[in-house]
């Protein structure tokens, strides 16, 4: 098969356990250029356009937020946003625990203090928030007519456990929930996913390259339908087992350069 796109996570796949990019990694990406290597993550923008400028592909498109924002250099393809007021509700559900809630839209993150999360958030994406009260981002958001791309909400497990029930009981209707680890939610909205993100992205900027001639790259649940739906998914061999399940190929984890390995067995004869 003649692939023409290849689409990768970003955390638990292409870092290594010093969450930054091999050198081996960033050699293959150039190596099989042209061929556009698109990230595809939870991240926000900001925290993956760094990556981008190590690989030298800084003019590919990115999908940030699990699809809910799509960017072709500056030009929003799709942006879909959490509703005000099921913002508003989530906000309220943690105000009386423990659980720290980071607020994301586009390029801005709002922390309400530097703790313990944010800085774990920190140290994993390389971007710092800009702290401000839950309730006065509302606000803001309000007067704006914003919402948020994504929402992470972060804490004790059985808080947290709390929480993902009281939602999915509550908004199953207008959002997604996911647990990246039992201490964390990640919440996006209902209508996207990581394989309608592909779909778009290639009707809007590659509309002579078909899913079977796209290869992705994942590890983790929200993986599951973009691997299933692309002609070549492949899994990290750290991957979580659903993953490694439905995967059509599994190469190495993540910090033995799981990708790189795949991409020069892949591209070898052609490239």
């Not at 698109?38 to 190590?54: G, K, N, T, V, Y």
């Not at 924002?69 to 005000?84: A, D, G, R």
């Not at 908004?171 to 996913?193: G, V």
Request: some cysteine.
């Amino acid at each position: 098969m003649n692939y023409k796109l290849i689409c990768s996570d970003i955390d638990g796949t292409l870092l290594n356990k010093d969450r930054e990019l091999s050198k081996f990694t960033i050699s293959e990406v150039q190596r099989i250029s042209p061929i556009p290597f698109i990230l595809i993550s939870s991240r926000m923008p900001r925290a993956m356009r760094h990556l981008q400028d190590e690989l030298g592909n800084s003019t590919t498109p990115i999908i940030a937020y699990n699809g809910g924002l799509i960017l072709n250099k500056n030009e929003i393809i799709q942006s879909t946003e959490i509703n005000i007021l099921v913002i508003e509700s989530i906000i309220n559900k943690c105000k009386n625990t423990s659980i720290h809630v980071s607020l994301f839209h586009a390029d801005e993150w709002f922390a309400p203090s530097m703790d313990f999360w944010a800085n774990r958030e920190i140290y994993n994406t390389k971007v710092k928030p800009d702290l401000k009260p839950n309730l006065e981002v509302l606000k803001s958001w309000k007067q704006e007519g914003k919402g948020a791309h994504k929402i992470m909400c972060m804490g004790d497990e059985n808080e947290i456990d709390y929480l993902y029930h009281t939602l999915e009981k509550e908004h199953a209707h207008d959002i997604i929930l996911y647990r990246s680890k039992s201490t964390y939610i990640e919440i996006s909205h209902r209508s996207i996913s990581k394989k309608t993100a592909i779909e778009t992205l290639i009707n809007n900027s590659y509309p002579n390259i078909a899913m079977h001639e796209v290869v992705a790259f994942g590890d983790n649940y929200n993986d599951v339908e973009m691997l299933k739906s692309v002609g070549l998914g492949i899994a990290v061999a750290n991957a979580n087992e659903a993953v490694l399940k439905i995967a059509k190929r599994v190469t190495e984890t993540n910090i033995n350069d799981g990708v790189a390995m795949a991409l020069s067995k892949i591209f070898k004869l052609s490239h």
